[in-house]
């Protein structure tokens, strides 16, 4: 906690203080005793990313009451919260950023309320400070959110794939759900939600939540979320959407003429969830269905629970990257079930989730596919591992110290392949079974509830180590929690079908032409892996070989491409220039986009084009991509 914070904290404490002390004077009825239910407020550690005081008034269930209008691009209505307050607490304190509030009402009644804005913050917005009686139960707020809500995409009908008509999404996690929700916006709170939302007539409305499967003549849908979910869960999208079943728990939305190649590369859902089941337990939230998103999605998924949200990069048509359905899917337990308390315990969503997703694979494709995916992973975290070991050595913790920062900046790919690797180093370590049985019970015991870091590390000496000396040694987690870098118990990953690929490799850089190599049958895996082993520079006549003997320009696979075109910027091979450009103003993910323009801005010709590029396709990126480009051509 830095100085700022504190004082801010003592401030409010102090505040609070006065007003106590001076209703104690007025002859209003007195506040019972307060009543801390003890057991979980243990669990709740300080959120530096937060306005709000859990610890004191929880909100426990939201309706949103919601109009979208698309000319405005405006999302605007009531919130209405349900709170317990546990500490006759005289002031409900929310999260907003870029939010109109016109008035507050209190209770059935709608009685207005006082309430006050507090000063921006950056990366935080400001605080909603409500005044309310010990007794309140229910607070309303009606706002509106503003064109430039960070959270929010509006799209041109140019920007989707019909052409047609216009598409709204939301991105909520980490800390946007507060540009269009006024909530306690910390994942360390859940609540159940039920929405009514009011959408240009043609339009389809979903959330994470129930959903309709067909538009209706008023354009009002209604949703629920009976299972209690953090804030950085809440989200919507609305534009031209069909709905395909692929089982009978599960289904894809997509514009109609995305929306059968979609349900083609979806068709393995149903197996994943029955495999993720037979992992660790049973799904908990009745549905699951994924909604491919028009191209500037800035991810590559998004859990948002019961609907996924997937980026159309994801449409390889040989279901080939269809291992980023697992991971949002494993997020349906770590995660969604059980929540990382603050961002700082990311690591908690994501290296759980890239860890389960493997072992999904793994039970459909078998051990050497699930190996290639491994592999993979490990090289990208040692190549992360270096980069930002230079500069910031410290976020090559698996444990982050995010206060004060916008966490989008400290969540790299060390949260997902560290942790990734240091769950499957401790599988190594005590056998699958009793690993397999320890995150089951895990899963099990706090479903539906926040985690730290030191809470599992906690429940991990006390349900598998018990006391084991040489198991506590061996396993050395407080450095691969607390220490940066990558501890030497590492473990070994060799994927077999890799080395069909290196003699491939060797041949070639001997001298074979490309088009003589041997690769039928090779996957996606073979040929990122065979991408990420050429050597770092290659003249025009060696990636013009490669190129004409395997399309690797033409390709329409994205993470082969990507993987293509940053070989490409690196040797300037001009002849994939075109592929570059067309890549970089056709979808906006910012997992491609970032390293893509960090290549080009090394060199000042290649800067000098990314300008150019950018110019022209910034107005079509999310502001998550955006405004990380920004930063790398400013
Ligand atoms: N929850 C993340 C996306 C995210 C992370 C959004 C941090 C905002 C802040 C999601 O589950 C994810 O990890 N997506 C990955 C794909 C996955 C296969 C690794 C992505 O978008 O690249
Ligand atoms: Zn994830």
Known sequence: MNRKWFHQFSATALALLIVALSFTSYATPQPPPPSRSSSKVMQIEKDPHTFASPAEVVVKHLDLDLNVDFKKKQIGGKATLQIDNKTNAKQLRLDTRDLTIEKVTLGKSATPTTFRLGDEVKFLGRPL?????????????????????????????????????????????????????????????????????????????????????????????EFDMPQAVPSYLLALAVGDLAFRPL??????????????????????????MAAAEALYGPYRWQR?????????????????????????????????????????L??????????????????????????????????????????????????ELQDEVKAISTEHPEDTRLHLELAGRDPD????????DKGFMFLRMIEATVGREKWDAFLRKYFATFAFQSMTTAHFVEYLRANLIKGDQALEEQLKIDQWIY???????????????????????????????????????????????????LPASMSKAQMADLDAAFGLSKTGNSEIL??????????????AYPALEHFLTSQGRR????????????????????????????????????????????
């Not at 894809?252 to 059968?260: G, K, Q, R």
């Not at 590559?300 to 269809?322: C, I, K, Q, Y």
């Not at 337990?333 to 890239?354: C, H, I, K, P, Q």
């Not at 990507?562 to 002849?575: D, G, H, S, T, V």
């Open 330 to 379: 494993a997020h349906s337990w770590s995660g969604n079930l059980v929540t990382n308390a603050t961002w700082n315990d990311f690591w908690l969503n994501e290296g759980f989730t890239n860890y389960f997703e493997n072992r999904i694979m793994e039970a459909l494709n078998g051990k050497n596919y699930a190996e290639m995916l491994a592999q993979l992973a490990q090289q």
């Open 483 to 533: 220490q940066p870098g990558l501890p030497d118990n590492l473990p070994k990953i060799h994927a077999v079908e890799f080395d069909k690929v290196k003699a491939q490799l060797q041949a070639w850089q001997a001298g074979k032409p490309a088009k003589e190599l041997q690769t039928q049958g090779w996957t996606t895996q073979h040929w990122l892996y065979f991408l990420s082993q």
């Open 247 to 272: 089982g009978k728990r599960s289904g894809v939305y997509a514009e109609p003429t995305v929306v059968d190649k979609a349900a083609y590369e979806f068709a393995d859902i149903e197996k994943m």
């Open 591 to 634: 997992k491609f986009l970032k390293p893509l323009y960090t290549e080009l801005a090394k060199t000042a010709e290649g800067k000098a084009m990314a300008k150019r590029i950018y110019q022209k396709a910034r107005p079509t990126y999310h502001s998550v991509s955006y405004l990380t480009i920004d930063e790398i051509l400013k």
């Open 409 to 416: 900046e400290g969540m790299t790919d060390i949260a997902y």
């Open 288 to 328: 699951y269905d994924v909604i491919v998103l028009p191209p500037s999605f800035p991810f590559g998924g998004m859990e948002n629970p019961r609907l996924t949200f997937a980026t159309p990069t994801v449409l390889a048509g040989d279901r080939s990257l269809v291992s980023l359905v697992a991971h949002e």
């Open 129 to 221: 400070v409500i005044d309310i009686a010990y007794d309140t139960r229910e607070v309303t707020v009606y706002y509106h959110t503003s064109p430039t809500a960070a959270a929010l995409q509006w799209l041109e009908p140019s920007q989707t794939a019909g052409k047609k008509r216009p598409f709204l999404f939301t991105q909520s996690e980490a800390i946007l759900a507060r540009t269009w929700v006024p909530c306690q916006d910390s994942p360390g709170v859940r609540m159940t939600y039920h929405a009514r939302v009011q959408v240009p007539k043609d339009l389809l409305a979903v959330m994470s939540a129930t959903n309709p499967t067909r538009v209706n003549r008023r354009g009002v849908y």
């Open 562 to 575: 990507f993987a293509w075109l940053m070989r490409a910027i690196a040797n300037k091979y001009e002849a």
